[in-house]
């Protein structure tokens, strides 16, 4: 599952690199977060993993500070999640997280992008057989820990896989989506430096497709990427 997937993923996401997305997507995650618990990371699990995501993307200390500002306003509007599941060209199966203040606005939006180029949309849950929701810890590498063992450790608390990404030298854990709170208090405890966390969109089911028809698709992904109110775009394309 990691292995093949982080390559998947690199092609899936190669165009966040656009910061001022980035940092975007990372702030409407701290403000879901503070809204749903507390403005202190100290008391806020979710919010203190995703400070490290956004010292990792190296987001701005005045930006994430506004992000949490922002979410303990009264003028803030309450964002919702949402999930848009529909078909690309080809048969490639296409799901669409946004976090949005106007749901009216982002189904309009995303259903014109799949009907303009070559996709339909469907209805939620219809993607539900080939993504596997998962959750996935990065943490660094001390060199003092063996992969086989960590994972055999981890099996306990949620724990799927575990493997060195020899690239960043950084430990990967993929675990289940519900074990995120346990995996996280359990790295935390245990002296890991988790360095990103987040949760993923894994296919069970790839479709090879032509360069040609890779295009095709993925212009529709960049075209849904676009959209202000998009946080993730995952896809089965092998």
């Known amino acids: 599952m ?3 997937y982080e390559y998947r993923k690199a092609r899936m996401f190669k165009r966040w690199d656009k910061m001022a997305k980035t940092f975007t997507r990372i702030g409407k995650d701290i403000v879901l977060a ?3 618990g507390t403005a202190d990371p100290n008391t806020n699990a979710r919010l203190r993993v995703l400070l490290q995501n956004a010292r990792a993307a190296n ?4 930006t994430v500070e506004r992000a949490i500002k922002r979410a ?3 003028d803030q509007e309450d964002y919702k999640e949402m999930v848009y599941e529909g078909y690309g060209p080809h048969g490639v199966a296409i799901l669409v997280e946004s976090t949005t203040d106007n749901p009216v606005r982002t ?6 992008y799949f009907n303009k180029l070559g996709g339909s949309l469907g209805t939620m849950g219809m993607l539900d057989f080939i993504f596997d929701r998962k ?3 990065k943490v660094k590498n001390d060199g003092k820990r063996d992969m086989e063992e960590l994972e055999f450790e981890l099996i306990d608390v949620g724990g799927e896989e575990v493997f060195l990404d020899e690239e ?3 430990i990967n854990i993929y675990g289940e989506f519900s074990s995120f709170g346990t995996l996280q ?3 935390e405890e245990n002296g890991f430096e988790i360095v990103e966390a987040d949760f993923e969109r894994i296919p069970s089911d790839t479709k090879s497709l032509s360069e040609e028809e890779i295009a095709d698709v993925e212009k529709l992904i960049e075209k849904i990427e676009d959209d202000d109110d998009v946080q993730r775009v995952y896809h089965n394309m092998a």
């Open 2 to 4: 990691g292995r093949a």
């Open 34 to 36: 503070v809204k749903s």
């Open 59 to 62: 987001m701005p200390k005045e």
């Open 72 to 74: 303990t306003s009264k």
């Open 107 to 112: 189904v309009a939006n995303v259903r014109s």
């Open 135 to 137: 959750c996935i810890f």
């Open 168 to 170: 960043t030298n950084q």
């Open 185 to 187: 208090h359990y790295l």
